[in-house]
């Protein structure tokens, strides 16, 4: 600190710049808040829960592709169940199953805000929508292949001793 003294006053400045400074932009996103914005804002943490619950049923009653999600979740937990998977291969299931969970979620709210948004067809709708739903295949395609890694060894070894009778 520069201690400057002019006339009878005396005046301290810090010559030291602050820590962080944020762009006007960061600053903007920093300001917004979401209540003065939403319509609906979540008061507690039971209603944020409900809120997440309802999406989640939502998503089971309207999406298809959800509900096929469902039964392989569970076909696969039970698979790793039944083969007694070790807790590093449970960790790696649940990881991509809700990976998939996820993948699946933000595709189908990124075609609702884009309904919302566009309710005409707009080339660049269809761009926001085929890319959500290249995500999904994405994460289909990652949940195949780690499912082939965990699952293969272990069921390849209970299955061939009854297939060479």
């Keep these: 600190m520069k ?4 006339g009878t006053e005396r005046k301290t400045t810090n010559s030291r710049r602050p820590l962080l400074i944020f762009h006007p932009d960061t600053l903007a996103t920093l300001n917004a808040r979401p209540e003065d914005y939403s ?4 008061e507690s943490r039971l209603k ?3 809120y997440a619950l309802a ?3 939502y998503m089971l009653r309207y999406q298809k592709n959800t509900r096929i999600q469902a039964v392989f979740s ?3 937990m039970a ?3 039944w083969l007694g998977l ?10 991509i199953i809700t990976m998939n969970w996820m993948a699946e979620f933000i595709n189908a709210a990124l075609e609702a805000a884009v309904n919302l948004a566009s309710p005409q067809l707009h080339p660049m709708a269809r761009v926001c929508k085929d ?5 999904v295949l994405l994460a289909a395609v990652a949940a195949v292949l780690v499912g082939a890694f965990i699952f293969a060894p272990p069921l390849l070894e209970r299955l061939v001793p009854l297939l060479a009778r």
């Design 79 to 81: 698979l790793a169940l």
């Design 39 to 42: 319509p609906i804002v979540s």
């Design 74 to 76: 569970v076909a696969a």
């Design 3 to 6: 201690t400057q003294q002019t």
């Design 55 to 57: 999406g989640w049923l």
């Design 131 to 135: 890319v959500g739903a290249a995500a």
């Design 86 to 95: 070790p807790p590093r291969d449970w960790a790696a299931l649940v990881i």
């Design 48 to 50: 944020s829960l409900r």
